[in-house]
Every structure is written in C-alpha cells, then in structure tokens.
C-alpha cells in the first residue's frame, strides 16, 4: 500500500505542481500582487498534505497576532515541512529560500510569482542583498519564513543554525517566532528513500522572540531560538536520546 501511495503521490505533486504553479503565475499577473498567488501556494500544500495521507496538528497560534509581521524560524525535517507551514500557518509570508529552487520547471516561477526570495549561498553579496530585501519586505508588513539549519536534516535531529536569517532579524527589528516542526521526518527521511509513510506532523507556533536589542548578541538570540523550537520537539529530534535514524551513541555528540 506504501509502494501505491507513494507512486500516486509523485504523479500528483508533479501534475499539482504544474497546475497550481500556472494559476499562481496568472492570478498574479491578474491581481498585480502576490498575496493572491501565495493563497494558491497555500492550496497547493494543503492538496499535497491530503494526497500523501498527512495529518497536521497545529498549536500555538494565539502567540501571534494576524495584523503583525514576524521572521517565523522552523526546524527542518523533511520535504513535508514546506507543505505544512504553506498550508496550515493562516498568514501572508515569503519564504527566503535557495536560489536552486527558482530554477525548478513550474515551481520557480510559481515562487517569483508568489514574491518569495531567492538567496545565493555561494556569492556573500547576492546573500546578503537577499537579506536586505527581505528584511524591508518584513518592515513592510510581509512576514517571512526561514529554515535556520539551511537544509534538511538528514536524520531529524535538529542541526546547527546557520546565522543569514538572524541577521535577516536583526536588520528588520521585527520579532522571530520559532515554529516547531514534529514527526516529518517519518513521513519522508531525507536519506530513507523514496516511499511516504502517512502519519501526523505536529506543528507549535512559540512566543515571539525580540529581535530589537539583538544586534550585538546575536549569538545569544540563536541559542534564545534554538531552544525555543527544542522545547517542543520530541527527545530524539532534540538529540537528548537516541536519533530517529540512528543509534544512542551517535545521538550523544555535542550540539
């Protein structure tokens, strides 16, 4: 049955992808703005979630406040955290994310239609330029998403955090809301090949965190972050015990 689901799956995400990307590249050149194309990106993740047979559970969403904009901060598991946050956190955002992705037939121009950013890890000005947009698109009322370990794990263990979207806070001033992410990674390992296993994600929005006095300390306001989204994973992502993909003794190197 995994085998079936999972061959259905890819067919429809390669099709959906397709089709919601053109309807978000048109709503968009209708509209004249993006809000309108992230609502079908939103469609797109949520008939993602329901195809594979994902559940997701989500809490918390009384810590933020709908007229405000944040630097929400997520753990990354598995492929089905982007479907997640895009279909279930009820808010206009970009994503900042890889330039590679923009170049993906159907879905990079679906993404620039929807307004989300491209960063170029490999050239530090392209980078940091993409951090300066991002940064007025968040003092401008746009809220942004970020992964903070850069990519997807590749046991679920939450991995070290790189310091771009801190620095992306810092220059908006706006508060980071860290987003807890549980339980993907058994859906679709990222080194654990190809077939879904249909489960249930749990996702805790937290409190925000200030960003405002951060500046000189953004050290601190990564370990402040870290910590946040730890609170609400299991033992194994947080690396206190074994790791879903390996053995005690591995999962007791220091983080």
């Keep these: 049955m995994s085998t ?10 390669f099709f959906g992808t397709i089709f919601f990307g053109a309807c978000a590249i048109v709503v968009a050149y209708i509209t004249g703005n993006s809000d309108s194309a992230h609502l079908v990106a939103r469609r797109w993740g949520n008939f993602n979630l329901r195809v594979a047979g994902v559940k997701v559970e989500v809490r918390g969403l009384e810590n933020i ?28 955002f970009r994503w900042l994310a890889k330039e590679e992705l923009f170049s993906v037939f159907a879905l990079g121009p679906a993404m620039k239609a ?32 970020i992964f903070p370990e850069g990519t997807r794990s590749p046991n679920g263990v939450l991995q ?26 058994k859906i679709l390992p990222k ?7 249909p489960g249930t994600i749990r996702m805790t929005i937290g409190q ?28 194994e992502e947080a ?4 790791e879903p993909g390996t053995s005690l003794s591995m999962a007791s190197r220091p983080l």
Excluded: C
């Excluded at 402040?224 to 609400?232: G, L, N, Q, S």
């Design 239 to 242: 690396g206190k015990s074994a």
């Design 208 to 235: 925000p965190i200030p960003t405002a006095d951060a500046a000189r300390n953004r050290e601190e306001l990564m370990n402040t972050v870290r910590e946040a989204i730890m609170k609400h994973l299991t033992p």
């Design 114 to 145: 929807s307004g989300y950013i491209p960063i170029d890890r490999s050239d530090h000005r392209k980078a940091f330029a993409s951090i300066q947009n991002a940064a007025e698109k968040v003092r401008g009322g746009t809220s942004v998403v």
């Design 191 to 197: 080194q654990g090949g190809w077939k879904l296993h």
């Design 160 to 185: 070290e955090f790189k310091k771009g979207g801190f620095l992306l806070a810092v220059k908006s001033k706006h508060p980071i809301v860290p987003v807890s992410i549980s339980g993907s990674y």
């Design 65 to 92: 406040s709908p007229g405000m904009s944040y630097i929400y901060a997520a753990n990354h598991q598995s492929w089905f955290d982007i479907f997640a946050i895009l279909g279930k956190l009820p808010v206009q």
């Design 4 to 13: 079936v689901r999972s061959i259905v799956f890819y067919v429809l995400l």
